[in-house]
C-alpha cells in the first residue's frame, strides 16, 4: 500500500509540472478544503487543447476540472441508480441556467434542448414549468424531446449540435444501453468539438462506462442544510435550497474529489455546503400524531380465521 501512495504521489508531482510547462491551471489534491468563491460567467480558455471552459463557481470543483465546464466538448453527469434521477437532473438544471446565463450574456442562442429518455421520464416524470421556475430556469428556454429509441435520440443529439440554435444539447440515457458504446460516444465528442457546442451527457441509473467525455461526474442527494438563524441558533428541518453531493471521477487527479455544492436558485449560484449540526432538542412544531386512531376500530388488523387443509387439485 505505501508503494503505491509513493507511486500516485509521484505521478501526480509530474502531471503539476507538465501543467506549469503548459500554461495549464495547476490542480491540488486538497483543492476541496478551499474555502468557496464568487462564481462568475467569464469564460477563459483551458490548456487542455485550448478549448473554452465556464466557470461553474467553487475553486473546490473548478480547480480540478481546470478551470470549469468546458464549452466544446461532453461532459457526462450520472447517476448510480434511478432513485437518484430527481438529483442528478436538478444538478444539470442548475448547468444549464449558468449556461444559458453565459450565452445570454453573449448575444448567444438562449436555448438548450433536452433529450429525454422514455423509460427515465416512466419512472421518474417529466420536467414541469412550475418547478423550474421556482429552480432558476426559465421554463421557455427548455426545448425537450423524447424519441422512442437510442438510435433516434443520437440524431437528435447530433442535429442539434449542428443546428447552432442551442448553447447546449442534453442527451439522457437509462443505464448502460447497448446502442451506445465507444464508438458513438466518440462520435458525439467530435460533434461537439467541431460545432463548439457543449454536449452534456445525463445518464440515470447507470454504471461508469468508457467514453469520450472530458469529465464524468457521479451525482447523489444530500440533505437540506441547517440554517443559522440572527440570534445564533440553528434551525434544522426547515425547507432549505438543494443540495447535491459531487464526485468528480473523471478528471486529470489521481484520486476522485467529493464535495457538497447547494443551488440558490435566486442567486443562480453554486456555493460549498457547510453541514452544520442539527440539536437535538430541535422539534416540529407539530409533534402530535400524523393521523387520528379511527373510531371504529377498522385500523387494527383483524385476527385469521381457522385454518383448513384443502385437497390438492392434481
Not at 464549452?71 to 437518484?84: H, N, P, Q, V
Not at 434544522?236 to 478528471?251: D, H, M, R, Y
Amino acid at each position: 500500500m505505501a508503494e503505491k501512495a509513493v507511486a500516485r504521489e509521484t505521478l501526480f508531482a509530474l502531471r503539476q509540472t507538465i501543467a506549469r510547462i503548459e500554461g495549464r491551471t495547476v490542480v491540488d489534491l486538497h483543492v476541496a478544503d478551499r474555502e468557496p468563491e464568487a462564481a462568475g460567467l467569464a469564460v477563459r480558455a483551458s490548456g487542455r487543447d485550448g478549448m473554452q471552459i465556464l466557470p461553474i463557481g467553487p475553486q473546490a470543483l473548478d480547480g480540478p476540472m481546470e478551470g470549469g465546464l468546458p464549452l466544446d466538448a461532453m461532459t457526462e453527469i450520472r447517476s448510480d441508480r434511478l432513485g437518484d434521477a430527481a438529483a442528478a437532473s436538478g444538478f444539470m438544471l442548475a448547468l444549464s441556467t449558468r449556461l444559458l446565463m453565459h450565452s445570454s450574456s453573449g448575444a448567444g442562442p438562449a436555448r438548450i434542448l433536452w433529450i429525454g429518455d422514455e423509460a427515465v421520464a416512466r419512472e421518474a416524470g417529466l420536467p414541469h414549468a412550475a418547478g423550474l421556475q421556482d429552480y432558476g430556469l426559465d421554463p421557455r428556454h427548455l426545448l425537450y424531446a423524447r424519441p422512442r429509441r437510442i438510435e433516434d435520440g443520437l440524431w437528435f443529439a447530433e442535429a442539434g449540435l449542428a443546428s447552432g440554435v442551442f448553447c447546449a444539447v442534453i442527451l439522457e440515457v437509462c443505464g448502460n444501453p447497448r446502442r451506445f458504446g465507444l464508438t458513438e460516444s466518440r462520435r458525439l465528442s467530435l460533434k461537439a468539438h467541431s460545432t463548439g457546442r457543449p454536449l452534456l451527457l445525463l445518464r440515470q441509473g447507470g454504471e461508469e462506462e468508457a467514453g469520450s467525455t472530458v469529465f464524468r461526474i457521479r451525482i447523489r442527494s444530500s440533505s437540506a442544510q441547517s440554517r443559522r438563524l440572527p440570534d445564533g441558533s440553528v434551525l434544522g428541518g426547515s425547507i432549505a435550497n438543494p443540495v447535491f453531493q459531487v464526485t468528480l471521477e473523471k478528471s486529470r487527479l489521481p484520486a476522485p474529489v467529493d464535495i457538497h455544492l447547494e443551488w440558490s436558485p435566486h442567486d443562480r449560484l453554486f456555493s460549498l455546503a457547510t453541514l452544520l449540526p442539527v440539536p437535538a432538542d430541535n422539534k416540529q412544531t407539530n409533534s402530535g400524531a400524523v393521523l387520528s386512531p379511527s373510531a371504529d376500530g377498522q385500523d387494527r388488523t383483524s385476527l385469521l380465521g381457522s385454518v383448513v387443509a384443502l385437497d390438492r387439485a392434481s
